[in-house]
């Protein structure tokens, strides 16, 4: 079923989220930990694990989880490296809609989630829609995206000029972080992402098929653009999902799918693992580096997404020019 | 077994196929020629159903427009020209070939993989395997993706100049493999081509296209008699040791 490098990915993963659980604003011993864990613990490390370390590890876990299957899926259907949810607008979607509660509904709070879900899911529908009137074509979906982001974010700057009260709230959310999250919260993005990942687990091999291009695959008998439109439906609900509760996190989608393919290149059910895994394992280390580096204080993960995640993709290009 | 009944494609107000007709007779090897912007890739597409036609395609009677993917993919297998090149390994590529027959859980059953086997034996390629695609030359690729279509077990096979990659001895023996197909496998072939050397040298029947329509379709005998290829492409002929050739003015 796996292989073993993939084998390898979920001990790191245990290990990370562990760590995750260990260190922090206060450094707490394994015993500890699994004494807040299963309640046998002082009433602070009860507190401390359930109401911050695990919901927060286990928002790492499903936000990488779900922006870099995302991308993986994304970049799989647009035969594009470069794609990812912020490029097809899903991103930018959903921070229009944030900024729009924010500035009109100011005390609607609850709101934000569900308004961010709308936002991106509308943006995918939107260019599901017109690659659909214009073709499907893999470049027609990637320009359509920059289109679409393009517009949206120039919506996000007007409404931020006429309300300046947000900006700063709104700045946070564009960055991505993680704190504050609770498990409740966590529930519906971790069982549409988990949906979303096992439509496109059933679908691997003809998603696979469309890395041969669009005229072998139509006439190995694969519905092309049906399958396209299924798989960008699915790629909007996870990234939707994770933006939702994270925000706009951007590096995820982008980088780990191309180091999850090296790793586990055989089938894409084993890039898929490999590729849920990664993100995973990255969203929780930054975070905990996030909140460790300078505790008490504490660099949002989307920050440290980017100082992790854009030198790696430097060196990712350079490898590969140095390979061609 | 193969009709193409008055294809036409257009793209806004440019004409690119007009009216094309043809049928391919069973167990044969019919070469499509043509300058560049003739029309030849484009019918290919319309046979992948990537183009949109008017006209009919018909598969021993039957309108492949109106049979599933599926069904239409365990009949017609294609070989576009431009291949990718992905960094899968070469057996999970040729195992691709079985889709049309798999269900969507991909399970293989014994025949798959008999025909994935059996495939790669043909085109001698087994021994690439464990290779990864993108790792191969242009000449092996091609193989592979031979290997493909010939594991997606169809009667008739169209290949979209298959031979563009090659060097000249892999291009003869890419050359021989078709022959063989048509001969031993009883496939019918239709290839794109743009060498008329070769295509003299391996056609049972010619068609020859020009601005999106066929000015001839027949027996590569009867093209040679009436010197279609000398008066369409403007080149003389000439025989050495048996062998046909066509050369510029």
């Known amino acids: 079923m796996m292989n073993k490098r993939n084998v390898t990915l979920v001990l790191v993963l245990i290990a990370s989220m562990m760590a995750g659980l260990m260190f922090g604003g206060a450094s707490l011993t394994i015993e500890e930990v699994i004494g807040g864990l299963l309640k046998t613990a002082a009433e602070k490390y009860v507190v401390i694990m359930w109401n911050v370390r695990l919901p927060r590890v286990f928002a790492a876990l499903v936000a990488g989880m779900g922006l870099a299957m995302s991308g993986l899926l994304l970049q799989s259907v647009t035969d594009n490296p470069m794609?990812?949810?912020?490029?097809?607008?899903?991103?930018?979607?959903?921070g229009l809609m944030t900024l729009i509660v924010l500035s009109f509904f100011p005390k609607e709070t609850y709101l934000l989630p569900f308004a961010s879900f709308f936002g991106a899911f509308g943006a995918t529908l939107f260019i599901v829609n017109l690659s659909k009137?214009?073709?499907s074509s893999k470049t027609t979906i990637i320009l359509s995206g920059l289109a679409l982001t393009t517009i949206l974010n120039a919506c996000i700057s007007f409404i931020s000029l006429l309300n300046p009260d947000v900006v700063s709230i709104y700045n946070y959310f564009s960055i991505g972080g993680l704190s504050g999250v609770s498990i409740e919260e966590l529930v519906l993005p971790a069982v549409l992402i988990l949906i979303s990942f096992g439509v496109t687990w059933v679908l691997s091999q003809k998603i696979s098929i469309l890395c041969l291009g669009d005229a072998m695959a139509s006439s190995l008998g694969v519905r092309v653009k049906h399958l396209r439109r299924i798989v960008l439906i699915c790629a909007s609900f996870l990234a939707a999902s994770v933006v939702c509760f994270a925000g706009l996190l951007g590096f995820v989608g982008l980088i780990v799918p191309q180091f999850a393919r090296k790793i586990a290149p055989e089938t894409m059910k084993q890039t898929m693992i490999s590729t849920a895994l990664c993100g995973s394992i990255l969203v929780v280390i930054a975070d905990l580096a996030g909140r460790s580096l300078f505790a008490p204080?504490?660099?949002?993960?989307?920050i440290m997404m980017a100082l992790i995640g854009a030198p790696f993709f430097l060196m990712l290009l350079i490898r590969r020019k140095e390979y061609d | 077994m193969i009709e193409a009944k008055k294809i036409s494609v257009s793209i806004g107000k440019k004409t690119i196929l007009n009216s094309v007709s043809f049928r391919l007779k069973p167990h044969t090897l019919t070469v499509v020629v043509g300058k560049n912007g003739s029309g030849k890739s484009t019918l290919v597409s319309c046979?992948?159903?990537?183009?949109?036609?008017?006209?009919?395609?018909?598969y021993s009677g039957r309108n492949i427009l109106l049979m599933s993917p599926k069904e239409r993919a365990s009949k017609i297998a294609i070989l576009p020209q431009m291949l990718k090149a992905p960094h899968i390994h070469v057996n999970e590529?040729?195992?691709m070939g079985r889709n049309p027959y798999l269900d969507l859980a991909y399970h293989m059953t014994e025949?798959?993989?008999?025909?994935?086997?059996?495939?790669?034996?043909?085109t001698s390629v087994k021994h690439l395997e464990a290779s990864f695609v993108d790792e191969l030359s242009g000449g092996e690729r091609q193989k592979v993706y031979l290997a493909l279509i010939l594991a997606q077990d169809t009667r008739v096979l169209i290949l979209d100049e298959p031979t563009t990659y090659m060097d000249v001895n892999v291009e003869a023996d890419f050359l021989k493999l078709l022959v063989k197909l048509k001969n031993?496998?009883?496939?019918?072939?239709?290839?794109?081509?743009?060498?008329?050397?070769?295509a003299v040298q391996i056609a049972d029947q010619i068609i020859v296209m020009d601005q999106g329509k066929i000015v001839f379709e027949g027996s590569k005998e009867e093209c040679l008699e009436k010197e279609i290829?000398?008066?369409?492409?403007?080149?003389k002929r000439y025989e050495s040791e048996g062998r046909l050739f066509f050369e510029s003015f």
């Open chain 1, 83 to 94: 794609a990812s949810p912020n490029i097809i607008g899903v991103n930018s979607g959903a």
């Open chain 1, 133 to 135: 009137r214009l073709g």
């Open chain 1, 297 to 302: 204080s504490e660099i949002p993960v989307g």
């Open chain 2, 47 to 58: 046979f992948a159903q990537t183009k949109e036609y008017t006209g009919e395609l018909l």
């Open chain 2, 93 to 95: 590529l040729v195992k």
């Open chain 2, 111 to 122: 025949s798959d993989c008999l025909a994935v086997e059996e495939a790669m034996n043909w």
């Open chain 2, 184 to 198: 031993e496998k009883k496939k019918t072939l239709l290839v794109i081509m743009h060498n008329l050397n070769h």
């Open chain 2, 229 to 235: 290829l000398e008066n369409s492409f403007h080149v």
